[in-house]
């Protein structure tokens, strides 16, 4: 889930914004009982992110339609990707530990080094992630969406959040 937060003179009237990310695949390799060592390979489909707000019909698909073709830009880049490049945990309980998950994110043809904490919990053949980050669009080349003469706008700052079943 993404939150996209509204900004500008006007924010008071504009809505924040909760984006669903609907196509995504992905690897997640650990050993079992202590993570370490770990590695995880996330891809989204840029044009899955969905808006689930309670909005019209006409006002989701302005929004979704902008979001795709002007800020993601999904014909020129289709594909969000991470890649670890490590992994460290700490046990916090029984098959339940706290991780830090280093890698690089490619978001709009631009990557950068990224950060994900996670939770983890192991249970009888399933894993569950719970976690978040934050990124700010304009590290990824992306200008924040802006309208009404730049006194509505999406702020630069995104707040990412997560929970994944991971089953062998």
């Given amino acids: 889930m993404v939150r996209a937060f ?14 669903a990310i609907r196509d ?20 989204i489909k840029s044009a899955s992110l969905a808006v689930t707000d309670k909005v019209s019909a006409s006002d989701r698909q302005k929004i979704e339609g902008t979001m795709r073709d002007e ?3 999904v014909g020129k880049y289709p594909e969000i990707v991470f ?9 916090t309980g029984d098959g339940q530990y706290q991780a830090k998950i280093a890698g690089d ?25 719970r976690g978040g980050f934050t990124l700010k669009q304009s590290s990824y080349e992306i200008k924040p969406v802006s309208v009404a003469g730049g006194t509505v706008k999406v702020k630069d700052e995104l707040r990412f ?6 089953k062998p």
């Fill in 24 to 43: 995504f695949s992905g690897e997640a390799q650990f050993t079992y009982g202590t993570v370490e060592p770990a590695s995880l390979q996330l891809k």
């Fill in 6 to 19: 509204a900004g500008g003179f006007l924010s008071a009237f504009a809505h924040d914004h909760n984006i």
């Fill in 71 to 73: 800020v993601l830009e």
């Fill in 161 to 166: 959040s997560f929970e994944i079943v991971a």
């Fill in 83 to 91: 890649r670890s490049t490590s992994v460290s945990a700490t046990k």
């Fill in 105 to 129: 994110l490619t978001l709009h043809g631009v990557t950068r080094p990224l950060t994900i904490t996670t939770q983890l919990e192991f249970g009888d053949a399933v894993l569950r992630a």
